[in-house]
């Protein structure tokens, strides 16, 4: 399976086909490190939805995972706010069996729809908490800077580790 799709451009500026190709191959680096080489992702060109920086979701076939990114993308700091946010969504990955196990297993076998309504809110809140606090750790162990200069160029990571330390977990990545 191919590392960007092919589809209608809806960005505004439009995502090039160059910078897709970048975040395919920035997050290739981040899934091996992961321990996950067999998983694909597809760079959508269809934006996530408005109120995130980038979505991720397990596509229809096994370890291929579609990756859409904000509108305001090629606006973003590469250091500070791009790479954070690949590897946030990368490790959302990490739990898609367990996720798939939840929604479709316990809440629609067992806890029926009120189940879904109530529980399924304090669950997404969870996973994304338990991935902003595993999304600084990779940040600090992942050679991420060398990563980002092969991908972006020697610019991209010349600031250092400070600027995402900053960023905390108030962002909603996805």
């Given at each position: ?140 162990l992942l050679p991420w800077e060398d990563w980002a200069e092969e991908v972006w160029g020697p610019e991209a990571a010349a600031q250092g580790l400070e600027s995402w330390r900053d ?8």
């Amino acid at each position: 399976m191919g590392g960007r799709a092919v589809g209608k451009r809806v960005f505004d500026p439009p995502l090039a086909y160059a910078e897709i190709d970048r975040v395919y191959s920035f997050t290739t680096h981040v899934l091996r490190a992961l321990g996950m080489p067999q998983w694909r992702l597809q760079v959508m060109t269809k934006p996530c939805r408005r109120t995130s920086y980038a979505d991720i979701t397990p596509g229809e076939m096994k370890h291929v995972g579609e990756l859409r990114l904000a509108p305001a993308w090629m606006a973003m700091d590469v250091e500070a706010e791009r790479i954070p946010t690949l590897v946030h969504e990368c490790l959302h990955l990490t739990h898609a069996e367990l996720t798939h196990l939840w929604s479709d297993e316990m809440c629609g076998k067992y806890l029926g729809t009120r189940g879904v309504i109530e529980l399924g809110p304090l669950w997404e809140r969870a996973i994304e908490m338990w991935v902003d606090q595993q999304t600084q750790v990779m940040l600090a162990l992942l050679p991420w800077e060398d990563w980002a200069e092969e991908v972006w160029g020697p610019e991209a990571a010349a600031q250092g580790l400070e600027s995402w330390r900053d960023l905390g977990s108030t962002q909603d990545h996805g």
